[in-house]
């Protein structure tokens, strides 16, 4: 089955303006190196600007208004528009119609007596469905999923395989998790009992607000006591760590490997990217943004932007500069030595002078 | 079902002495900004302190003894104590009754005819144990969990949903892996023929011994030859890696995203902090603690505490710094030039002061 | 079973020359530290070379030519090849029996009625195949093994528990894909509207060349259009996560927990260590490599070796660093100021040398 929009019927989903034919028909999107007639493509990044010059699609979507174009050759038709890749996620999402579900929960799945599902649930053989849980309408549970006993669900939310939510959990709407998501493992909680390592028991839950979406195979652990909290509409990227008793506000986001210790609150809008690592019980003010790669060892106010991430240089180079690196505090030293050196014979000169004057 | 203890039963539990009223009835235990009448409350992070004056609970753990209370009002009721942490533990434990599994198998999980169970073995749905493996008595297999041909299990381990155990892997008892875990992965070993890349078979396996915990989606690669273990009583955090071949003593803490490379032996009580790498084939000493997100390219002595991750900076101030850092060696080396001459002329300087005397 | 070669027939497997008895007969391998008589060993690793002298083995793999002896003894026989890890590889393939599987399905895994599977395909039970799916002759799909719908397997790969691999994607001919795989999640990509975050709809694929290996729990995102790639014989370790439209050539190696961001490029025989982190739209060239724990923020040009970790230190002299590093462009400066000051005062001197002369 093929979707057809026209170029204006496009411009006008998503308040833009046509420059060129806009009765041409498009049916589908493509980058911009491999898009051909019939397709409508973008130029989100700079990097790709050469591939305009012979580009064959049918359309092409660039920032701006119809009335500054700076694209000489009028070979394929613009749609200018304010925000290109929320343009693009718009008229992908034309062409992408939602994928259908049979709203029936599978005879090979196991569903324990006591869960209450919502309409419309579709579970996929395979799944596991606990005591007393409650699983919202519209909701997709696939293959592998593991929903725990009193583990809450909201509606349209959609699980994909091998995702478990550990007993007690609870999950808005419309969240998305994807493969071998973990919500809800025990947080790392030990003491020690002489030269014994004591499990702290992890009764606390994870709560994860409307709108968020996890990446494959990130790990959400639940409280000590009290929960873990991921706020509406953060998006977690894969092989993410969020420890137990960690508070995420609304709206972040978090690169792929990045880890958070116990206990840390995120205000609204912070962003750590990737293999960021957070200590424990610090607190990391709304919009603040950090490097990737940086380590944040200390609490970090609102909108401050960081890093400590160190670019990769030729090999035999950094050595030599791992060489120095440790005699930082010396060379310091030193410096400031002959700083005095200097500016005592300085001293001594001009006395001379003086007494030579 | 309410679990109710008095507060004089609690300090008898963990050695503790009560002031105030050991008859107050506690039910339960919450963190101190929440807690109220009926629940004990803690206060082991300094931080919190501030909330110790309006703090609505029964009983608050604290530190120390009766004689020495440096806390003025006595309106909520004190359990002193020598480690409250583990008298924290403890607590928990009291009003967290254990799990009630069935300790039956269920007939929608897959266990192979030759495959041998102890008493009391709850295996649930969609769970499958290969040919001729052993789980001991008491074990707990939840959805998902795979436990491969010939791999043997203790008693009383706790497998978490989608735990895979691969083929003649052994886990001792009390083992506790979180949901994704996976022991017994194929180890990373390749070699060249020409320009191809061939793989060493890993015909080795994992051993983990007794009282052992793994976070959630860690991975621990089977030996090449041999055996890859992790002694008895450490305790591994989520998405960590150990490779092929690494033996990891006993009571080592190994936090979040850290990864330990082939060969490497951490003697017992190691500490790596979250996100550390290891290299292969070196020795990490008996007690030896690495800070987060520090790379350890040789052996460590015993006991040695080792650092080198960089705590983010203000961005701009960083890029300055990054701007200077590769020129390290070349500052070194203009600061001993400077040095020389200085005191070249300082020489002269005094040579010229005598001849001028 | 045994099965037993002489030492004779293993220098022809493998094409090397015995020093000592070709008609010792071997039935396994062994390390060196624990190898005993009806064994073979090796020397890989230089560390190990002390433990030749009390060797039990009956035999041992060395690097070299008999000719050019260098070891005194001849107590074990001695195998001289010209690499031994790749001797090692091929006689471990002689003792390791290729594992027998039934080429059945079982009738407790769930195969849509729509997909096609090849000759003599095992799928253990509690697999899932999706509608339209293709598996090709001889894979092994091990329990809890996920194929989603219209995704393709060439013949002959092995796919361990838990993997799942998404809708559409394709997979090539002898891919092993460890435990906990995830092949084909969404990619990362959000944009914004006001102060809401958007889902960038991920309609690509993710497409897996043959003779690729990848190890557990690691995630490939599929495209948000178009296809991530990983080339021919690449091999990847634990927890590495590559983002979507990643293109990745052959023969690659990514060690465990490395990440790779969205659109990035590598040419063939890249090689990322462990930990290491490189950023978006960016091509790393041939045969470049880069060091454990680097970050990666530009381009590499071919065979580049480059690498920024840092080695952990006594964390108080570390601090000591610390306290310096962002003061280096200060540091610069004063070492610029002294220069000037010193030379100055040179010619200054000279002059007034002249003068005074």
Redesign the interface.
């Known amino acids: 089955m093929t979707i057809t929009r026209t170029l204006s019927e496009l411009a006008q989903l998503v308040g833009g303006e046509v420059v060129g034919d806009g009765n041409v028909e498009i049916s589908g999107?493509?980058?911009i190196e491999?898009a051909g007639p019939g397709e409508i493509t973008f130029l989100t990044?700079p990097?790709y600007r050469s591939f305009l010059a012979n580009c064959k699609a049918s359309a092409v979507i660039l920032s701006g208004k119809a009335g500054a174009a700076s694209v000489p050759s009028s070979r394929p038709n613009y749609l200018y528009v304010a925000?290109p890749?929320?343009a693009?996620?718009r008229i992908?999402?034309q062409?992408?119609p939602p994928q259908s579900y049979d709203g029936r929960v599978?005879p090979?799945a196991?569903v324990h007596e006591s869960a209450r599902l919502g309409l419309n649930v579709t579970v996929?053989?395979?799944a596991?469905i606990g005591s007393e849980a409650v699983v919202g309408e519209g909701c997709i549970l696939?293959?592998?999923v593991?929903v725990g006993d009193r583990a809450v669900l909201g509606e349209h939310c959609v699980l994909?395989?091998?995702v478990?939510i550990?007993e007690r959990c609870r999950i808005g709407n419309r969240v998305?998790l994807?493969?071998?998501v973990?919500i809800g493992?025990?947080g790392?909680g030990?003491?020690?009992?002489g030269?014994?390592?004591?499990?702290?028991?992890q009764?606390g839950v994870v709560e994860i607000e409307d709108d968020v979406?996890i990446?494959?195979?990130s790990?959400v652990?639940r409280a000590t006591?009290?929960k873990t909290v991921i706020g509406r509409?953060t998006?977690i990227?894969?092989?993410v760590?969020i420890?137990h008793n960690v508070v995420i506000g609304e709206?972040c986001?978090i690169?792929?490997?990045a880890?958070i210790?116990g206990?840390t609150k995120l205000g609204s809008r912070v962003i750590l990217a990737?293999?960021v690592?957070v200590?424990n019980?610090l607190e990391i003010g709304e919009g603040a943004?950090?490097?990737?790669?940086?380590?944040?060892?200390?609490s970090?106010a609102p909108y401050?932007?960081?890093?400590?991430?160190?670019?990769?240089?030729?090999?035999?180079?950094?050595l030599?500069?791992?060489?120095?690196?440790?005699?930082?505090?010396e060379?310091?030293n030193?410096?400031r030595t002959?700083?005095r050196?200097?500016s005592a014979?300085?001293r001594t000169?001009k006395k001379g002078a003086k007494t030579h004057a």
Do not use: C
């Open positions: 999107v493509a980058p491999h990044h990097k925000q890749t929320l693009l996620a992908l999402g062409f992408t599978s090979l196991t996929y053989p395979q596991y696939y293959p592998g593991v994909h395989p091998q478990t550990g998305i994807h493969a071998g973990v493992s025990d790392f030990f003491t020690e009992d030269a014994e390592r004591v499990k702290i028991p009764v979406e990446g494959a195979n790990t652990d006591l009290g509409g998006k990227d894969n092989l760590h420890a709206q986001l690169i792929a490997q880890g210790a206990s990737g293999q690592g200590l019980h943004m950090i490097g990737p790669q940086s380590g944040v060892p200390h970090v401050s932007v960081l890093s400590s991430g160190l670019p990769a240089t030729p090999h035999k180079e950094w030599r500069v791992l060489m120095v690196l440790p005699r930082l505090p060379l310091l030193k410096l002959l700083e050196n200097v014979k300085a000169k």
